[in-house]
């Protein structure tokens, strides 16, 4: 398993693209810490299971899209499991996916070229690998408001956790705050993808929208009033299919390390792009799909990636990285290396 400790790097990555102001603008950051050639390398098997961390340290495992209509959501629903043959690599304090789909029974389908939908059925499923679920993407207003709080509804009756939403805007930029190892880990998500309608209000359920502005103040507040420990950041952005971020992206995910955050996710492209140590702080770009349908244009394989967080008591954390392929129904399987 590819790993990093501190800014050690080995990772499924490409190279780096340079830095600039973008539409979150202004001046070049301060130069992050540089990272070593990347390679591009398959995973090998999890380890098996060590003796519980000690005190303090946290372990979290992020993986990208995991969409539950089409394919993938006609196996679910005649029992198959997309997530059983990844259950050791899953396994951590902390599991977090990007469910990229309503989970409802209502709802009015908004007219968008493509719209998920699964069953509620699928929600113990879900419980059963993730800690929690960020519902910050183009996805979670496919069905209107009205699907997204009933998709809601049904995860707090579950005791799903969810973040990077809500019934109204201050529930949606409010951190879901989990407890690990006597450590409170905060969990912010923001959308940057249309359509704009998607966005909480007031009164109306949506997604926490990408504002640096918002973010660097959600940050400040969970540190502040939700006396977290460690803030993680997952951000639903970029361009579909690039293989390197936007240099936008670049500055506004450094811009958000300056302002408090431990680690910024990133997904939305449907590919994994490059990976960043900024202060010591990782930026995963983009994971990539993990559980996701094919269309006609697509690759003729889609990989993702999972990534571990691990965090000690004091210092830098490690990262992990496992490459996964995803088969015709839209399963994950970690990708074999070759001879």
């Known amino acids: 398993m590819p790993k990093l400790s501190g800014a050690?790097?080995?990772?499924?990555?490409?190279?780096?693209?340079?830095?600039?102001?973008?539409?979150?603008?202004?001046?070049?950051?301060?130069?992050?810490?540089?990272?070593?050639?990347?390679?591009?390398?398959a995973a090998r098997p999890p380890a098996p299971a060590l003796p519980g961390p000690a005190a303090g340290k946290v372990s979290m495992v992020f993986v990208g899209?995991?969409?539950l209509d089409d394919n993938p959501g006609h196996a679910v629903c005649h029992g198959?499991?997309?997530f059983a043959g990844l259950a050791g690599a899953l396994g951590a304090d902390v599991t977090v996916c990007n469910l990229e789909c309503v989970v409802a029974r209502h709802g009015?389908?908004?007219?968008?070229?493509?719209?998920?939908?699964?069953?509620?059925?699928?929600?113990?499923?879900?419980?059963r690998?993730?800690?929690?679920?960020?519902?910050?993407?183009?996805?979670?207003?496919?069905?209107?408001?009205?699907?997204?709080?009933?998709?809601?509804g049904l995860l707090k009756q579950?005791?799903?956790?969810?973040?990077?939403?809500?019934?109204?805007?201050?529930?949606?930029?409010r951190p879901l705050i989990l407890e690990r190892s006597g450590r409170r880990i905060a969990l912010l998500g923001y959308n940057d993808f249309p359509p704009r309608q998607f966005e909480a209000g007031p009164h109306r359920a949506g997604c926490a929208w990408l504002r640096e502005a918002d973010v660097a103040a959600d940050i400040r507040a969970a540190r502040t009033a939700g006396h977290a420990d460690l803030v993680i950041v997952m951000?639903?952005?970029?361009?579909?299919?690039?293989?390197?971020?936007?240099?936008?992206?670049?500055?506004?995910?450094?811009?958000?390390?300056?302002?408090?955050?431990?680690?910024?996710?990133?997904?939305?492209?449907?590919?994994v792009q490059t990976v960043e140590v900024y202060k010591g702080r990782p930026i995963i770009y983009s994971l990539g799909n993990?559980?996701?349908?094919?269309?006609?244009?697509?690759?003729l394989v889609w990989e993702g990636w999972i990534v571990r967080l691990t965090f000690p008591s004091s210092g830098p954390a490690d990262l992990e990285v496992l490459v996964v392929e995803i088969d015709r129904t839209g399963f994950p399987h970690l990708k074999k290396s070759k001879p």
């Open 108 to 127: 009015t389908q908004v007219l968008k070229p493509y719209t998920f939908k699964a069953r509620p059925s699928c929600i113990p499923l879900l419980k």
């Open 65 to 67: 899209d995991v969409m």
């Open 158 to 173: 579950a005791a799903l956790p969810y973040f990077g939403g809500g019934h109204d805007k201050a529930e949606a930029h």
């Open 235 to 271: 951000l639903h952005w970029g361009v579909e299919l690039q293989s390197a971020p936007e240099s936008w992206q670049r500055t506004l995910a450094r811009r958000l390390i300056d302002a408090g955050a431990d680690a910024i996710i990133g997904g939305h492209p449907h590919v």
């Open 8 to 41: 050690a790097i080995a990772f499924a990555a490409l190279a780096a693209v340079g830095v600039a102001g973008g539409p979150n603008g202004g001046q070049q950051p301060p130069s992050s810490t540089p990272a070593a050639q990347p390679r591009v390398v």
């Open 290 to 299: 993990f559980v996701f349908d094919y269309f006609p244009g697509d690759p």
């Open 129 to 152: 690998y993730f800690s929690a679920v960020c519902v910050a993407n183009n996805h979670s207003g496919d069905f209107g408001p009205d699907g997204l709080a009933e998709e809601l």
């Open 80 to 82: 198959e499991d997309p």
